[in-house]
């Protein structure tokens, strides 16, 4: 159940601005990870706010606009999948957090992290499993990321058409790896995400 405690409970500790921080794209073979950070105002009220994974397309993408309209402030940020061969996945994500931390035009002097490891945060942080089921302003982070890396991938479809990324979104499916294996990488696959392939066609 989301409450806002986890966000209240830091303002009674002293801290002004929490923002919560969440990404999307950690599985996929291609495109960036993407992170958002968002500080919503306590007991903010928008109604159906999730986990964004338990939403629908459609409702993520109104939910995107509410929390956009809502919030004290967000910032969306991502690392490439260039940086994630260079860095690997884990690092690449704690990046594109800091990075979404460091972009919010109002700053945040605490940041709630949705899973189980904080790295290289510019402010104090914790980690929250579950949090993007618990905590709204992890939630919001959620969507936010979801929804930009969806849209991302609709641009990746454009410019590469034939790895139907509009469908997929760069997952791992069965399709999108036949798909690799027939045409080969592009320049947004992340070549250390391609065991399944013979290293020397990577």
Not at 89 to 95: C, F, G, P
Not at 138 to 167: G, H, Q, W
């Amino acid at each position: 159940m989301l409450t806002f405690e986890h966000e209240k409970a830091l303002r009674d500790d002293g801290y002004i601005a929490v923002c919560g921080v969440d990404e999307a794209g950690r599985g996929p073979l291609a495109g960036p990870v993407v992170a958002a950070a968002c500080i919503l105002p306590i007991d903010c009220n928008i109604e159906g706010l999730n986990d964004s994974k338990k939403l629908s397309e459609k409702k993520r993408e109104a939910l995107f606009e509410e929390i956009k309209e809502k919030a004290i402030a967000y910032s969306i940020a991502s690392a490439s999948n260039k940086e994630i061969d260079e860095f690997n996945i884990l690092n690449a994500t704690m990046l594109a957090m800091a990075r979404a931390i460091e972009g919010l035009p109002k700053a945040a002097d605490f940041a709630l992290v949705d899973g189980n490891c904080i790295r290289n945060f510019p402010i104090p942080a914790a980690a929250l499993v579950k949090g993007d089921a618990k905590c709204p302003s992890i939630a919001a982070a959620s969507i936010l990321a979801k929804v930009t890396r969806d849209r991302i991938c609709m641009d990746m479809d454009k410019e590469y058409p034939e790895y139907n990324f509009k469908k997929h979104k760069g997952y791992p499916t069965k399709e999108h790896r036949d798909l690799v294996i027939k045409h080969g990488p592009c320049p947004l696959h992340r070549r250390t995400f391609l065991k399944f392939m013979d290293k020397e066609s990577v």
